[in-house]
């Protein structure tokens, strides 16, 4: 399985950005689908999480109202749109998951990671 993520950048606070990831090597809606990020000098945290289907979301509280997450299934990619950015958003941001599992992501519980898109939010 290979995630390749892509849309990261540098962007003013206030702004948006949307990030995309497509999955290879296996089949898209076996993986529930998510975004975990980091924060220099900081541990993983969880951002979003998706279910195979797109029928269950959920979000961090910090993101809630200011972040999107969505799937394509036919096109084997998950999005996440960021709006309403702000400078401690910064951070490398990773496409994940933990299989069919939702609650996988949230936990940390990661069998595959992207390679990671860095995200930066300038005051």
């Known amino acids: 399985v290979r995630l390749a993520e892509s849309g990261g950048g540098l962007v003013q606070s206030g702004g948006s950005l949307r990030l995309s990831c497509v999955l290879s090597?296996?089949?898209?809606?076996?993986?529930?689908m998510g975004w975990v990020r980091q924060i220099p000098g900081k541990a993983h945290e969880w951002v979003s999480s998706i279910s195979w289907s797109g029928k269950t979301i959920d979000y961090a509280d910090f993101v809630k109202g200011r972040f999107t997450i969505s799937r394509d299934n036919a096109k084997n990619t998950v999005y996440l749109q960021m709006n309403s950015l702000k400078p401690e958003d910064t951070a490398v941001y990773y496409c994940a998951t933990g299989g069919g599992d939702m609650t996988a992501i949230q936990a940390l519980a990661i069998n595959y990671w992207g390679q990671g898109t860095q995200v930066t939010v300038s005051s």
């Open positions: 090597g296996a089949t898209f809606d076996d993986y529930a």
